[in-house]
């Protein structure tokens, strides 16, 4: 496997499919975060709806089963808390791979991307600003009710 320079007659070939590829792969990773916060959200609602219509209730005392899977929503949301911050660094490493083979082979797109880019860096802490705010509720039931 051959390495290829700045001076390869091939570059224009190579470029933007390498260039499609990383961001491709942000897209997949943005994809997959967003599938396993949602899947957590919707297992919290759920456990906390179930919990609400129980004979208990809220108010009263929980059955051993009502804690576990509070406890499983807890634990959920908070590993999909660490999650959501593991796929932000992935896609930052795939951008700064981008960007580096810009500045490599085609430093004149790289001015153009960084002229015209802009950043959504405030969902992925949205989105785990939530998950800790329904861990936190859920701490509240565990220790309260």
């Not at 009502?66 to 499983?72: E, I, N, P």
């Not at 790289?110 to 405030?122: A, D, G």
């Amino acid at each position: 496997m051959s390495v290829t320079t700045p001076n390869d007659k091939h570059i224009d070939l190579i470029l933007p499919t390498y260039l499609e590829w990383q961001y491709t792969r942000i897209g997949q990773l943005e994809e997959h975060g967003l599938a396993v916060s949602g899947a957590v959200i919707v297992l919290s609602v759920g456990v906390l709806t179930l919990l609400n219509q129980s004979d208990s209730g809220v108010m009263g005392v929980m059955s051993l089963a009502q804690k576990a899977a509070l406890w499983l929503a807890l634990v959920a949301n908070i590993a999909a808390a660490f999650y959501i911050r593991r796929v932000e660094k992935g896609q930052d490493i795939h951008e700064k791979r981008a960007l580096h083979v810009l500045e490599l082979y085609a430093d004149s797109l790289l001015h153009v991307n960084e002229k015209h880019t802009f950043s959504l860096r405030i969902r992925p802490f949205l989105q785990a600003l939530v998950h800790l705010v329904v861990a936190l509720t859920i701490i509240y039931l565990l220790m309260y009710i």
